[in-house]
């Protein structure tokens, strides 16, 4: 379970251009879950994303993971939560373009203490999972929009993480490349993943079991 209780998030603080992206936000997303977030640009989206995944911290208020506060916790201990805990797609893919779409894959495995031989495998397993199996030895700036998106989604469940977070994963894509994007979270939630989604797109929104508004930095 995530539970935001009177989150505040401000950029720069004490500076000129200090900025309060979140204003006492109170959420609590359960196991099981498919949310849309959605909201006009600048809303603070993309930032309650950041703060749920301990990218960003907060500065009042509390986010727990499973009973774990966030900002109480050491830059090493979180980011060992971050990667076993959460899966993160970014708006813009964040894949390194030279590497294959399976040296992507296992890129949240580097630090794991297991075989190489072990690592590829549950890679594979996550590139089956997105149905990209015959591309896994292809480079990275040789896919399509759509199959970029499938190996981010394919890295971010590589760890089998409680949640999957995604910001606009179907933004850069057609319309039939975005529903097939869809079918797959779908998939991925029937599967019992929480899975919550950032979007503009109405059609995205809709086929999520939940909808979550923000505007200016709150929650409606
Ligand atoms: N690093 C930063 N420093 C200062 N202000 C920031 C920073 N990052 C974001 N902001 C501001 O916080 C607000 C929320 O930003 P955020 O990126 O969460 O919006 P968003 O809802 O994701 O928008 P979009 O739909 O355009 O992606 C915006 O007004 C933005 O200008
Ligand atoms: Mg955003």
Redesign the pocket.
């Known amino acids: 379970m995530i539970k935001l209780e009177n989150i505040t998030k401000i ?2 603080k004490g500076k000129k ?1 200090e ?1 309060t ?1 979140l204003k006492n936000v109170n959420l609590t997303i359960e196991d099981g879950e498919f949310i849309a977030v959605t ?1 006009t ?8 994303l950041y703060v749920i995944s301990g990218i960003d911290t907060y500065e009042d208020g509390s986010c727990t993971l499973d009973g774990t506060e966030l900002n109480r916790l050491s830059d090493v201990k979180l980011s060992k939560v971050r990667n076993k805990t959460i899966g993160f797609v970014m708006q813009d893919f964040a894949l390194v373009e030279d590497f294959s779409v399976l040296e992507n894959v296992m890129l949240p495995l580097q630090f794991d203490k297991m075989s190489g031989k072990k690592k590829k495998e549950l890679a594979m397993e996550a590139i089956k999972r997105v149905d990209i199996e015959e591309l896994a030895k292809k480079q990275v700036n040789q896919l399509s929009g759509g199959q970029k998106q499938r190996t981010a989604i394919a890295r971010a469940i590589v760890n089998h993480p409680n949640y999957i977070l995604a910001d606009e994963p179907t933004g850069a894509l057609d319309s039939k490349t975005s529903k097939e994007i869809m079918n797959l979270f779908e998939k991925l939630n029937a599967d019992g993943q929480t899975i919550i989604i ?1 979007t ?1 797109d109405p059609d995205v929104a809709v086929r999520c079991k939940r909808n979550i508004r ?1 505007e200016d930095g709150q929650v409606v």
Do not use: E, M, Q, W
Request: net charge positive.
């Open positions: 950029y720069n251009n900025f992206a909201g640009s600048g809303a603070g989206k993309s930032t309650l950032v503009h923000i």
